[in-house]
T-cell receptor
C-alpha cells in the first residue's frame, strides 16, 4: 500500500515553455502533498506544501508564480513550472501523507527529471 | 552549467560488513525521525522511523539509534549487501507548534558504496 506515482518520469523542454508534473496517491487519500526539488549530489529541498482544496504554502525563496501548485482532489496534486529556464532543470519529487496529523510518514513518488534546454 | 553545492560524504564498506551512517539533526524539539534510502534516479524509499520517546528501534537488518542529548541519529545496517548501495538521508519532522509543523527537513545525505 501507500503508493505514489508521478508523471511524466522525465521531460525535456525548450526554454520559455511550461511543464506540468502530476503526483497521484494510488491507493490512499492524501490530505497533504509536498513538492521537493533535488539538484545533483544534493539533498531534497522542500518547495511547497499542498492541501486539498486550499492554496499551497511555499517555502522561502520559492516563487509561487513560477511554480504553480494545484491540489484539486485527495489523490492528485500538480506542479506547473511556468516559463521554464535552464536553471529550473532538476529532479522534482512529490510526497503524500496519509493523515492530517503532523508526524505521519510521507510516501514519496519516483520523481520527475526536468531538463530545460 | 556546473552545479555548485555540497558533495555528499561517502561510506565505503565491504560486502558482509556492518555499516553505520550518522546524522546530526537541527531542532531539539523534533519528535519524529525517518531514514530514507535513495537509489540513483529514484525517489526516497522509507527504511525505518523512530519517535523521540525511544532511543533505539530495530527492523530487518537495520537499527536506528537516537541520542537526543547531542541531537544525533544513526542507521546501522547489518551484513551490508551490494543492493544496499545508495544515498541515505535522515529526516526530522518538525514538532507541533512550530512554524514548520509536519514538514520533513532532510539531512545532507551519505553515499553508501558496498564493495563485493
Amino acid at each position: 500500500g501507500a503508493v505514489v506515482s508521478q508523471h511524466p518520469s522525465w521531460v525535456i523542454c525548450k526554454s520559455g515553455t511550461s511543464v506540468k508534473i502530476e503526483c497521484r496517491s494510488l491507493d490512499f487519500q492524501a490530505t497533504t502533498m509536498f513538492w521537493y526539488r533535488q539538484f545533483p549530489k544534493q539533498s531534497l529541498m522542500l518547495m511547497a506544501t499542498s492541501n486539498e482544496g486550499s492554496k499551497a504554502t511555499y517555502e522561502q525563496g520559492v516563487e509561487k508564480d513560477k511554480f504553480l501548485i494545484n491540489h484539486a482532489s485527495l489523490t492528485l496534486s500538480t506542479l506547473t513550472v511556468t516559463s521554464a529556464h535552464p536553471e529550473d532543470s532538476s529532479f522534482y519529487i512529490c510526497s503524500a501523507e496519509t493523515s492530517g496529523r503532523a508526524g505521519e510518514t510521507q510516501y514519496f513518488g519516483p520523481g520527475t527529471r526536468l531538463l530545460v534546454l | 552549467g556546473e552545479s555548485v553545492g555540497l558533495h555528499l560524504p561517502t561510506l565505503s564498506v565491504q560486502e558482509g560488513d556492518n555499516s553505520i551512517i550518522n546524522c546530526a539533526y537541527s531542532n531539539s524539539a523534533s519528535d519524529y525521525f525517518i531514514w530514507y534510502k535513495q537509489e540513483s534516479g529514484k525517489g526516497p524509499q522509507f527504511i525505518i522511523d523512530i519517535r523521540s520517546n525511544m532511543d533505539k528501534r530495530q527492523g530487518q537488518r537495520v537499527t536506528v539509534l537516537l541520542n537526543k542529548t547531542v541531537k544525533h541519529l544513526s542507521l546501522q545496517i547489518a551484513a551490508t549487501q551490494p543492493g544496499d548501495s545508495a544515498v541515505y538521508f535522515c529526516a526530522e519532522n518538525m514538532p507541533p507548534g512550530s512554524s514548520n509543523t509536519g514538514k520533513l527537513i532532510f539531512g545532507q545525505g551519505t553515499t553508501l558504496q558496498v564493495k563485493p
